[in-house]
T-cell receptor, first 116, second 114 residues
């Protein structure tokens, strides 16, 4: 398996523009997580899905952020409109469900977002 | 809620010397514990995890960690480091009854010099 695949790897956009980050989880995993990493706040969980259903989005910072998982092999994180303080590295991770012998979260390479 | 404290933000160490990275957690319920490593411009890679059973867990690349419930600690150790171990290391915890919400520590930057 190629692992968790995120695109794009780098994104530079202007303030006010819409940004869409994409994630393809590992085949067979049914839990998917979006994290954000900044120097100031470290790694924060934004939202996670089980079986394509959002379970906890309490980490989503504002209404400008939204996430979807239309099927088991694809998820998006959208920011509209984007602001400079959204600049960060966004990670997607996937895992088997709780109780599975191989319970661990596998991370993608991340998307480095810069909003200017 | 649970929290994770990594006591050292940076640890310089000489090649072939031992290293210990300290992690303490707090939680009112049972937890699972993890150590991840992040190389520059990369995602996070799991080093090891404690779910249950033996409190001494061995991971990849010669790392091991010991779960100490009374001390609420999960310190990471390696007896002899290599230059390639230069990276940032994150301790993380999740409640056993709500898998998925990984709470990460602030990270410890390990710098290995010859």
């Amino acid at each position: 398996d190629a692992g968790v695949i995120q695109s794009p790897r780098h994104e530079v956009t202007e303030m006010g523009q819409e940004v869409t980050l994409r994630c393809k989880p590992i085949s067979g995993h049914n839990s998917l997580f979006w994290y954000r990493q900044t120097m100031m706040r470290g790694l924060e969980l934004l939202i996670y899905f089980n079986n394509n259903v959002p379970i906890d989005d309490s980490g989503m910072p504002e209404d400008r952020f939204s996430a979807k998982m239309p099927n088991a092999s694809f998820s998006t994180l959208k920011i509209q409109p984007s602001e400079p303080r959204d600049s960060a590295v966004y990670f997607c991770a996937s895992s088997f469900p709780q109780g599975h012998l191989n319970t661990e979260a596998f991370f993608g390479q991340g998307t480095r977002l810069t909003v200017v | 809620a649970q929290s994770v404290t990594q006591l050292d933000s940076q640890v310089p160490v000489f090649e072939e010397a031992p290293v210990e990275l300290r992690c303490n957690y707090s939680s009112s319920v049972s937890v699972y514990l993890f150590w991840y490593v992040q190389y520059p411009n990369q995602g996070l890679q799991l080093l090891l995890k404690y779910l249950s059973g033996s409190t001494l867990v061995k991971g990849i690349n010669g790392f091991e960690a010991e779960f100490n419930k009374s001390q609420t600690s999960f310190h990471l150790r390696k007896p002899s480091v290599h230059i390639s171990d230069t990276a940032e290391y994150f301790c993380a915890v999740t409640r056993t009854d709500s898998w998925g919400k990984l709470q990460f520590g602030a990270g410890t930057q390990v710098v290995v010099t010859p």
